[in-house]
């Protein structure tokens, strides 16, 4: 399918291939940018291009491929580093130089790398069309071989195998390989979906035991400039209980990016002790990458991520911020002349998330096994205003609210989520499991920690007119109990050795603290002078 380029805006470029269908690969130039299309018109298509068009003239050839922009899926995904095409950053450095130049490509799995095969049929036998005939290793994941083909196999191999090789031909000559390819906007098929019951420990005190996450479960971290929303999702991608993490840096500064690179290669998973890179995959598309690519980034992630699901996995896809994805979206969308919507997104700005957080959840995967795809996207809204369309299109489709308070993080207390403002729907179950399985007082403190927050924020109000010296001493002593729960318990130095707490300090902590409230209660009313009673341990 072969046209020429008709008319080029931006991002967006016009081609008159005949008979291209939605969504279908493009080339285009002499240098073969690669594009989508995303409209269709009597003779003539809209492609969307990934990368910058810049040089691109009127007439240079254009190429249909007839299928969509699909993630390679194989053994060599974990530890990789891709760009929202999925181009193997690492393996483009080596070969092109540290910048990405247009049309350059790569497969994104190292098709010369070898991985232990291990057949479960032997030549001879007859197999059906997407039967499983091996598994590969990699690490501690089996990846399931299924025949493209039915037929009777001629050859089938065993042991190290090169992923350009094939593990298996059949009768018709057909040649069977260990990897596949996956339309990114299409998710990937599951038997049933079933309700999240287990939580996703994250190891952040304020998260865990007050807004708890659950493994299939989504969330979002809104929060206004420096509020530390990258952090706290490197602290998740870090010392989250979960067998695989996608981490999306999705139009984000990269030198952050880099920094937990580096960081990733050297530190060990604190619940395995393997190297934490082996159970990381990272999609880069930082502010200094063609803006494009980055609307596919996320689409490129999340099927990474179900194809580790599908093994049976608990993964975890962390993007952070989806705001610079919608900004893309809007950018694009304006460039086709679509009607804009609030503030220039696109009208189906909130259906599309919608769409991809359904993505997430607990599945009985296609071969009977139980997988989970948890999703976490921080949301920087301009100038912290969480009633932007973005932030409210979230807010909509997820679970899980942590709202990161400016106040908070200029008082630096971090992490800087509001405890009066966020919330979590999984809060009763995820309460019900660490109750049952981490502290018997889990949800009776829980609901005392709550109390004492609250209480002590409205009489900070009163404190605020009548001054500290015309409170009574009970009251006092919720102040003091509620500043102890802020500085012992939900401030977490991520740079500090506190920067991971299991549910079992967490319910220790949270334990001597509501035990000292407990005991300090009925000093002042028996006559102690306050003085006595406060007695701050030092921290
Ligand atoms: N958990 C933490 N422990 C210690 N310091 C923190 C923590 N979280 C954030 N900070 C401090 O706050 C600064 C800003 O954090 P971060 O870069 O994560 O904010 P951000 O919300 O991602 O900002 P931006 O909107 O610019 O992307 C960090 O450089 C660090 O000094
Ligand atoms: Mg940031």
């Not at 042991?159 to 299409?186: D, Q």
Request: charged share 25%; hydrophobic share 40%; net charge negative.
């Amino acid at each position: 399918m072969k046209g020429r380029i008709i008319g080029i805006s931006g991002p967006t470029v016009t081609v008159d291939i005949p008979d291209l269908k939605l969504y279908d690969r493009v080339l285009l130039g002499g240098e073969r940018l690669q594009g989508e299309v995303v409209r269709l018109d009597t003779g003539r298509a809209m492609v969307q291009v990934y990368e910058d068009t810049r040089g691109l003239a009127l007439g240079e050839p254009a190429e249909g491929l007839g299928f969509p922009l699909s993630a390679k899926l194989g053994p060599g995904l974990l530890s990789g580093i891709f760009d929202g095409l999925q181009r193997p950053l690492d393996r483009m450095a080596a070969a092109h130089g540290p910048f990405i130049l247009p049309g350059k490509h790569l497969p994104p799995l190292n098709l010369d790398e070898g991985w232990d095969f291990t057949p479960l049929k032997k030549s001879g036998e007859s197999v059906a069309e997407g039967e499983a005939i091996g598994t590969f290793r990699e690490g501690s994941h089996e990846h399931p071989v299924h025949s493209s083909a039915a037929g009777e196999l001629t050859t089938i191999v065993s042991g190290k195998v090169k992923l350009e090789e094939p593990v298996a031909v059949n009768a018709e000559n057909i040649k069977l390989y260990g990897h596949g390819e996956w339309p990114i906007r299409l998710p990937r098929p599951y038997r049933k979906k079933l309700a999240p019951t287990v939580p996703l420990i994250t190891g952040q005190r304020v998260i865990d035991f007050l807004f708890p996450l659950a493994k299939g479960g989504t969330a979002i971290l809104p929060g206004g400039f420096g509020t530390g929303k990258t952090i706290l999702e490197q602290a998740i991608a870090k010392y989250a209980d979960i067998d695989v993490v996608v981490y999306v840096g999705c139009g984000e500064r990269g030198n952050e990016m880099a920094e937990m690179l580096e960081e990733f290669g050297e530190l060990a998973d604190p619940w395995t002790g393997r190297r934490l890179m082996d159970r990381t995959v990272m999609v880069a598309n930082t502010s200094n990458m063609p803006v494009a690519a980055r609307e596919a980034s996320i689409y490129t992630a999340v099927t990474i991520a179900e194809y580790y699901r599908d093994m049976g996995c608990h993964v975890l896809l962390l993007a952070d911020s989806i705001s610079r994805w919608a900004e893309a979206l809007r950018e694009i969308s304006s460039a086709m002349e679509e009607m804009p919507g609030e503030e220039g997104y696109p009208t189906y700005l909130a259906s599309r998330l919608a769409t991809f957080f359904s993505r997430a959840g607990v599945v009985e995967t296609m071969s009977g096994e139980i997988g989970s795809l948890s999703i976490i996207l921080s949301v920087s809204p301009p100038g912290g205003d969480l009633t932007e369309p973005a932030t409210q299109a979230c807010l909509r489709t997820s679970g899980a609210f942590l709202m990161l308070d400016t106040d908070l993080a200029h008082r630096r207390h971090f992490p800087a989520i509001n405890w009066s403002q966020s919330f979590s729907l999984y809060d009763a179950d995820m309460g019900a499991y660490f109750e049952k399985e981490t502290s018997p007082n889990w949800n009776r403190h829980r609901q005392r920690c709550r109390n004492i927050l609250q209480r002590a924020e409205k009489l900070r109000e009163v404190a605020a007119i009548v001054g500290a010296e015309g409170m009574q001493d009970s009251d006092q002593l919720i102040l003091e109990a509620a500043e102890r729960i802020r500085l012992e318990f939900l401030c977490q130095n991520s740079y500090s050795d506190d920067a991971f707490s299991t549910p079992e300090l967490t319910a220790e902590k949270i334990g001597e603290i509501i035990g000292w409230t407990d005991e300090t209660e009925s000093k002042p009313a028996a006559g102690e002078p306050l003085e006595s009673i406060i007695r701050r341990p030092k921290t």
